[in-house]
């Protein structure tokens, strides 16, 4: 059942057109679209969640003379939004927007620069200011140890058990 070319554009002609003038049309979208994320600077605290979670490693967190540097590079990222879910703070989320050809690598670097926190006792970089404020007001039983690197941080532990049980050391 073999049909001709003729029949077949009158089948066509008479359906009329079935594709969008793109861009003169807005294009057909899901509600399940992936797009773009967008990362709320007023909310980031640079703890790094996001950065691990990425499977393409198109987040990352670079340190740098007392900063710490989120970058987002739009050109790597595959849009399954994974970022989204392990943030802590709910600093990211996702946009429709996949419009994003340029001819300028550098506008497809997107980046958030936080301060660094310096130990309290070794004056170490450890963390972002951010990330110690956040865990300050989420945890008070903290106070003696949120700004102290790991390393400070287990001695004075270890010294603190020691004290208790009657200065027993290993």
Known sequence: MKKNPLSLLTIASSKGRVTKRYPFEEPLMTSEF???IEIDESKCIGCGACVNACPPNALELLSSSGTKTLRYFIGRCIYCWRCIDVCPVGAI???REFELATDDVSDLY???IHEEAKCSVCNSPYATV???RYVATRSPSTEGYV???PKCRQEKFVKAIEMRFGGLSA
């Open 93 to 95: 989320k996702g946009t």
């Open 34 to 36: 992936r797009g773009k």
């Open 130 to 132: 951010r990330i110690v």
């Open 147 to 149: 700004s102290m690197d």
């Open 110 to 112: 997107e980046l958030l």
